[in-house]
């Protein structure tokens, strides 16, 4: 057997590329428990909120009645739940210690992309994710009203 005969995700642990992303993710802006916790309930209504104006445009879960979900996460939680989607998405996960290398470097990428992401839609979970600390640091850097921002975030993703 060739080595293209395996899909490229057995190339890559994704697993251990979510530990080393988890692991090399900047924190997130300073902001108290109670902040972060009406962040996360605001984020979560606001993908409420947006679900019917996004269905009716795109058609996305026509004939579903039942609401497509959404996670706020951090954005370590969003390392490991990107990491997931690409396993899926390459169709492997190397546990072997050859997929160790390519993990490092798609686990350092993740980090990196963790600070930058405010929401993604995963079509393998059918989630909406929506990096709870990103959306605040660019409300603070923009100064815009968080209400508006957050609901603009979760139709935009």
């Not at 692991?23 to 993908?47: F, H, I, K």
């Not at 210690?97 to 839609?121: C, D, F, N, R």
Request: proline fraction near 6%.
């Amino acid at each position: 057997m060739s080595g293209h005969d395996h899909p490229i995700g057995d190339a890559i642990d994704w697993t251990f590329a979510a530990g080393v992303g988890a692991r090399l993710a900047r924190p997130g802006p300073a902001m108290s428990r109670y902040t972060a916790d009406t962040v996360v309930a605001e984020l979560a209504d606001a993908a409420d909120r947006a679900e019917a104006p996004v269905r009716d445009l795109t058609g996305l879960g026509a004939g579903h009645d039942d609401p497509l979900p959404a996670r706020v996460v951090d954005r370590t939680g969003w390392v490991h739940a990107a990491a997931g989607s690409m396993a899926d998405l390459t169709g492997g996960n190397s546990s072997s210690w050859t997929g160790k290398p390519a993990g490092i470097q798609a686990g350092a990428m993740l980090a990196y992309l963790s600070s930058a992401v405010l929401g993604q839609y995963d079509p393998f979970s059918r989630t909406l994710l929506l990096v709870a600390p990103n959306v605040v640091a660019v409300e603070r850097a923009l100064k815009v009203p968080t209400a508006d921002f957050r609901l603009w975030v979760c139709l935009h993703e």
